[in-house]
């Protein structure tokens, strides 16, 4: 094979977003202590029947105690093919590989309207950059938890504080009565 196609070919490769991760992650990766964990899915409401959706989901923490003591559903979506392979280990050893499902992926451009309830623990303005499509995108009653961070100007409908950290709680409005 020539030189020039070989180049052409690895040219085309590291274009293909496909074969390459196009995008870096945002922020660093920081669990979340298992007692805001608990914290977060109290807040929420976590019941039977639930969806849950974990943006950013690092080592997976957070899908699973939820699919662990509440049998729900859930899905953690996270850019760092490293967090998947954990949070996928996590899930097995904890024995809810059939009710979590982990997606490489960045958070602003995966579906996640399937979700009742979505957690977050990102950066304030990445909170408030993922809004419009939390608001646009999840059905009136869906609910919102963000470790530590709040969305802009969008009042949380509650505030807790947790092991010395805060977390924020909204529900998506009705669309016809939001101001």
């Known amino acids: 094979m020539s030189r020039r196609r070989i180049l052409l070919l690895a040219a085309l490769f590291a274009a293909s977003p496909v074969l390459s991760q196009t995008r870096t992650p945002d922020v660093i990766f920081v669990p979340t202590p298992q007692e805001v964990v608990e914290d977060m899915l109290r807040l929420a409401d976590v019941k039977k029947g639930d969806v849950l959706y974990d943006l950013g989901s690092g080592d997976g923490r ?39 499902e982990f997606r490489l992926g960045d958070i602003f451009t995966m579906d996640f309207r399937d979700a009742t309830v979505v957690t977050l623990y990102l950066l304030p303005e990445l909170n ?8 646009a995108e999840l059905r009136p009653g869906a609910r919102i938890v963000s470790h530590q961070f709040d969305m802009g100007d969008w009042r949380a409908d509650k505030k807790l504080e947790s092991n010395g950290r805060t977390v924020y709680f909204w529900t998506v409005p009705d669309p016809k009565k939001r101001r």
């Open 62 to 100: 957070i899908p699973v105690t939820a699919a662990k003591k509440y049998g729900i559903r859930a899905v953690g979506i996270d850019i760092d093919p490293d967090r998947i392979t954990e949070a996928r280990d996590n899930a097995r050893k904890a024995g809810v590989s059939k009710q979590v």
């Open 128 to 135: 408030v950059k993922l809004r419009p499509r939390l608001l």
